[in-house]
């Protein structure tokens, strides 16, 4: 069964203390790892897409990898404003010409001054 | 950039009412559109996609006379929960991919339902 799980669930920092998120994934037909940050009470926010294992993408302070199982958001010297849930989602192949998202439950961020 | 739009942004509405909610990209065309929910500390769970044209695909467990979904143009896409009880209460999200190369969801700033 195709499964997405985030660590930690909810993970509190100080402002600059750096720290990584963790997305671990059992999905067939494997298409692409996202990432989306989401503030309470709106939509998903898109981050990065990656691909393939190896693969790398960085945007201001987040850095996200991917390994054959799981991948890491890591946050540099967060700021306040990081502060969110950030969603981890898979894209699995479901038959021909028709595939979907598969999210995790997400972790929420907290940065405090 | 990516915008997706939805509106409304909030309705209440009275058990048995049905209720409409538009998604629309607005500076890209969109052949395929997805409906989410999401309740509270949650994630989202795809209800259906949504494809220009043609009918919407299902996810299982989701009435397709419930939830009734058009996308009748390459920039819009309706959910129409038809006959609403309290249990449809939720967040309503769309989304809309941009392309067939990146597979990219831009998702809409959602809708949040209550039934009384």
């Known amino acids: 069964e195709d499964q997405v799980t985030q660590s930690p669930e909810a993970l509190r920092l100080q402002e600059g203390e750096s720290s990584s998120l963790n997305c671990s994934y059992t999905?067939?037909?494997?298409?692409?790892l996202f990432w989306y940050r989401q503030d309470p009470g709106k939509g998903p926010e898109f981050l990065f897409t990656l691909y393939s294992a190896g693969e790398e993408k960085e945007k201001e302070r987040l850095k996200a990898t991917l390994t054959k199982k799981e991948s890491f958001l890591h946050i540099t010297a967060p700021k306040p404003e990081d502060s969110a849930t950030y969603l981890c989602a898979v894209l699995r192949q479901v038959n021909t010409g028709f595939q979907k998202l598969v999210f995790g439950t997400g972790t929420r961020l907290l940065v405090s001054p | 950039g990516a915008v997706v739009s939805q509106h409304p942004s909030w309705v209440i509405c009275k058990s048995g009412t049905s209720v409409k909610i538009e998604c629309r990209s607005l500076?890209?065309?969109?052949?395929?559109m997805f409906w989410y929910r999401q309740f509270p500390k949650q994630s989202l769970m795809l209800m259906a996609t949504s494809n220009e044209g043609s009918k919407a695909t299902y996810e299982q467990g989701v009435e397709k006379d419930k939830f009734l979904i058009n996308h009748a143009s390459l920039t819009l896409s309706t959910l129409t929960v038809t006959s609403a009880h309290p249990e449809d209460s939720s967040f309503y999200i769309c989304s809309a991919r941009r392309d067939s190369i990146t597979k990219t969801q831009y998702f809409g700033p959602g809708t949040r339902l209550l039934v009384l």
């Open positions: 500076d890209f065309q969109a052949t395929t």
């Open positions: 999905v067939s037909g494997l298409r692409g």
